[in-house]
């Protein structure tokens, strides 16, 4: 299990951006792929993007149409989650998670791989 925190989560009005970070606490960080979810109010989760351990691979929710942007930085064990041009419909709370691979440059969003979760960050857009 890889402790993990996210930030970054708020209220923003619609065609605002924000950048949610997720930071681990636990050791051998870049031995871990990541991925971030999202859950809305009345459904289910769903996976947005996932970052290879190398950071060289990723991998977008086609919905996202661009607007996502996910990054990691091995030196701060943090991944980062850009987010532009935000809709109402991006209201939900968000999620990282992290999966132990072998493979350095692969990642997925399959969510029943991922044995390590954060608590969430909130991001509310208004429109």
Request: charged fraction near 20%; proline fraction near 3%.
């Amino acid at each position: 299990q890889m402790p993990l925190v996210e930030s970054g989560g708020g209220l923003v009005q619609a065609g605002g951006s924000l950048r949610l970070s997720c930071v681990a606490s636990g050791a051998n960080w870049d031995d871990y792929a990541i991925a971030w979810f999202r859950q809305a109010p009345g459904k289910e989760r769903e996976g947005i993007s996932c970052i290879s351990r190398s950071g060289d691979n990723t991998y977008y929710a086609d919905f996202l149409k661009g607007r996502f942007t996910i990054s990691r930085d091995n030196a701060k064990n943090t991944v980062y989650l850009r987010m532009n041009n935000l809709e109402p419909e991006d209201t939900a709370v968000y999620y990282c998670a992290a999966e132990l691979r072998v493979s350095r440059e692969a990642c997925t969003l399959l969510a029943a791989l991922y044995p390590s979760w954060g608590q969430g960050t909130r991001v509310t857009v208004s429109s």
